[in-house]
Structure formats: C-alpha cells, structure tokens
C-alpha cells in the first residue's frame, strides 16, 4: 500500500531555515523596490551630475541652460525673498487652485458627457461632431479667447484647465462604457433593472478603469492649463513667475519654478494612485500586477 504526501516547496534562507513561498515573495517583492529605486536615484545623479559637470567645464553654456546648483540658490532665493507679485507660497498657491478647480470641472463633466454619449448612440450622434469640432481649436486660441471674455483673474486659467481635463476624461470613459459586455448588459435588462441602475451598478464601475487612468494624465494637464493661461496674462501663479524669469533671461528660475511644478504633479499623482487601489480594490490584479507583488 502506498501512501503520498503533499509538500510545500521552500527556499532555504541564510541562517539554514526554509522560507514559505509568501515570505520568498515579500522578499523578492522589497529587492526589487530596492533595485527600482537605486535606479532612480543613480539616472537622477547621472543626469544632475553630467548638467553640473558639462557647465561647469564649459562644455553647455550655464546662461542659456542654467546650472543645477544655480537652480537650488535660485529656488531657495524664492522661497525665502518671493517674487514681485507676492511670496512664492501664493503664486504655488494660486496655480494650485486654479489646476484643482479647473480638474474637478474638466473630469466631472468629462464623466457625466461620457456615460452619457457611450450608453446613447442618439446622443453621440448628435453631439459628437460637435465635440470634435472644439477638441481641433488649439489650446492656444481657447486661452487668449478665455482671457478676452473674462479677464486675467482666475477663471479663464480654470477654464482652460477644465477643457484640457474634459477631453482626456471623456474620450476614456466614452471608449469605457463602449467596453461593457453586451452579455451582461442584456443580463441585467432582463432581472427587471432600470436604465440608471444599469449605469449605476454596470456601466460606471465597468469603466471605472478607463476613467482612472485618464485621471494620471488628466491632473498634469490642469496644470499645462493653469500655467498656460497665467503666460498669457495673470496677476499671480507659477506661470507668470516663469514668464518673468524667462523675460529676464533667467533659466535658473525658470527650471526652479518647474521643479516644483514636476514635484506638485507627482504628489497629485501618488494620491490618485492611492484613489484608484481604493476604488478599483474589488478588481482582481492582472497578471502583470500578480507577478509585480
């Protein structure tokens, strides 16, 4: 009679004893954020380190490409001195509210049109060409056109944040609702649901994931948009310090102002990656996230 036994294959660890698969992974899982980040941090110093070294040798002239440690006295310089339109502080302040604004207004209607039109065939026959027709104007023009109408407070740059947002948003969440199985669609009209919570509890959370990836991008271009419309005409903002720097043949005050710009976005970005793990915690990972863990 024979008998067989089940087992469950280990990694022998460093000090003789055995790793369970999960710990394998969790190690494996740490070395690698390890390697990712050195690889960072060794592309930033290369890339810092080589401006620094091409500058200082002549190699790259430091009046029109600025030099890295220009750059820090320069940032510093800001934070504590401020600018000619106020502090420092204010002028982020005010691009942030203007991208912020201008981001809420760009990715709910962005939502709302693109439900609307990828669930209605009438809808986005009838109001898509329209839709393209404003997605061809430049940014450009909508910005000078913005600030004609309504001046060169805040609301043109919300305004303009909020185009770049909308289309971004709603050709995602347009090609999303266009995903949905039709199998299941078909599946909840016959258990008697309604239309709205067809789009409630079907059609929203089937395209959930193609509206939170053009929220990644989305956030950046409220801040093109903030930023583009103070260089066009502002009392305040980022985009008018850059404006000025540029104007006074500044460049170390120039990639100053879109240091900090770069550092905004990416904190943007971390806290809608942390959304995005919230909503989408019901989605099982794909298998190129399974074998990321």
Request: hydrophobic letters at 55%; a positive charge.
């Amino acid at each position: 009679m024979s008998s067989s036994t089940s087992t469950v294959s280990t990694t022998p660890a460093k000090d003789g004893a055995e790793l369970s698969p999960a710990a394998t992974a969790r190690r494996a899982g740490r070395r690698r954020v390890a390697l990712v980040w050195a690889g960072r941090i060794g592309l930033a110093v290369f890339v810092v380190g080589g401006w620094q070294a091409f500058t200082t040798w002549g190699i790259v002239d430091p009046f029109f490409f600025g030099q890295p440690s220009g750059i820090a006295k320069r940032l510093v310089d800001l934070v504590q001195n401020g600018t000619e339109f106020g502090s420092f502080y204010s002028n982020i302040w005010t691009t942030i509210q203007e991208a912020l604004a201008g981001f809420a207004i760009g990715a709910v209607t962005g939502i709302v049109f693109g439900v609307a039109l990828g669930s209605s065939r009438f809808l986005a026959d009838v109001l898509g060409p329209y839709i393209k027709m404003v997605n061809a104007i430049p940014r450009i023009v909508l910005g000078s056109i913005f600030i004609v109408a309504f001046g060169i407070g805040v609301l043109p740059k919300i305004l303009l944040a909020a185009v770049l947002v909308f289309f971004i948003v709603f050709f995602n969440a347009f090609q999303g609702v266009r995903e949905v199985d039709r199998n299941i669609l078909a599946n909840a009209k016959v258990l008697g649901a309604s239309q709205a919570q067809i789009i409630r509890h079907v059609v929203v959370p089937s395209a959930l994931t193609w509206i939170i990836a053009s929220l990644h991008s989305a956030f950046g271009f409220a801040i093109v948009g903030a930023l583009v419309g103070e260089v066009l005409g502002a009392q305040s903002g980022l985009g008018l310090v850059i404006k000025t720097a540029q104007n006074n043949f500044d460049p170390n005050g120039v990639f100053a102002t879109m240091l900090v710009i770069s550092v905004i976005v990416l904190g943007a970005e971390w806290l809608i990656g942390k959304l995005e793990r919230r909503l989408l915690s019901w989605r099982p990972p794909a298998p190129s996230e399974a074998n990321a863990l």
